[in-house]
């Protein structure tokens, strides 16, 4: 059984597994008063409520703010990758034989590499900007409070953003192939340039929300409240509750597009969209049952009219 699922690749794989992990204990939280399961489930504010009878062992948490260690990571992890690429195509050095297999049993492996390598390159420059400018929000604009995540889910979203360039590398000509390879702007066509000023101009959106749930947390002299909670108005969050969940899934499905030849990287979208789907809904959840009577009754948990 396992080889035949590895035989769709590590990433396709370990991605598939932990969206419907989610889905699963996402489900059965709302189903169920079991409390471990809303332990490995919660976190931030959604998890503060809970008793302290009840909780994981202390050392099962870290602070919530480290989610910036993501975005550190995946910065890292594509710079490191970007650089793998210039020196082959500086002709510093070649893939072995090898490290080709591995990379080739992080996808499907009957797939035949199809990603160019102006594509593939960049594909790579738009995620490290995507994860510089999340880095910056997490560590300058977002006000974090003593919440704490648990460590499946730091360990799981380290894992993505680890498996975020690679999901790209292992399907590029060039490093799992003896192509010889070079950038050219002329190898990006029209659909890719359309797709790459959209997710720039999601990000942008992205991050004047962050900004707005930044500004909701200070007072009007400009004191940091790190334990207050209220409601943002204006923009997408007259729509939904979470605009920040929602515009992240549009990012990864217009990188999609992008990559459209890319099989590996359908499946980062797949984990994105079941991870996003399940804390924005139990988010939009807190939201009726803190502010009941005041939180507007049309919005929705994260898609516009829909969800």
């Not at 993501?70 to 072995?96: H, N, P």
């Not at 090898?98 to 492996?109: D, H, I, N, P, Q």
């Not at 590029?172 to 790459?196: C, L, M, P, R």
């Amino acid at each position: 059984m396992l080889e035949f699922l590895l035989a769709y690749g590590w990433i396709p794989v370990l991605l598939t597994g932990a969206g419907l992990f989610i889905l699963l204990i996402c489900t059965a939280n709302q189903f169920t008063s079991f409390q471990l399961i809303r332990n490995v489930f919660l976190y931030g504010k959604l998890n503060e409520q809970e008793s302290t009878t009840t909780r994981l062992p202390r050392w099962f948490y870290v602070p919530k703010k480290w989610f910036s260690h993501f975005y550190i990571v995946s910065i890292v992890c594509i710079a490191f990758w970007l650089l793998f690429m210039q020196g082959i195509s500086d002709r510093f050095f070649k893939t072995e034989t090898r490290a080709v297999l591995k990379l080739r049993s992080l996808t499907w492996e009957h797939r035949v590499p199809s990603v160019s390598w102006s594509t593939a390159q960049f594909a790579l420059w738009l995620l490290f900007i995507h994860s510089l400018r999340r880095a910056y929000e997490t560590l300058y604009v977002s006000v974090f409070s003593s919440g704490q995540m648990n460590l499946l889910h730091y360990l799981t979203g380290l894992g993505h953003y680890f498996l975020l360039p690679l999901s790209i590398i292992c399907e590029t000509k060039g490093v799992v192939t003896n192509d010889y390879v070079h950038f050219s702007f002329g190898d990006i066509s029209g659909e890719q340039w359309g797709a790459a000023i959209i997710f720039l101009m999601l990000n942008l959106a992205q991050h004047q929300v962050a900004r707005q749930m930044g500004d909701l947390r200070k007072s009007l002299s400009g004191t940091v409240r790190h334990y207050s909670y209220g409601v943002c108005y204006g923009g997408l969050f007259d729509l939904v509750s979470s605009p920040h969940f929602f515009l992240e899934i549009l990012i990864y499905v217009t990188m999609t597009g992008f990559l459209w030849q890319c099989f590996a990287f359908k499946f980062v979208l797949l984990f994105v969209v079941l991870n996003q789907m399940c804390v924005g809904f139990v988010t939009h959840q807190w939201y009726l049952s803190t502010f009941p009577g005041k939180y507007p009754k049309e919005r929705k948990a994260i898609i516009p009219w829909i969800f």
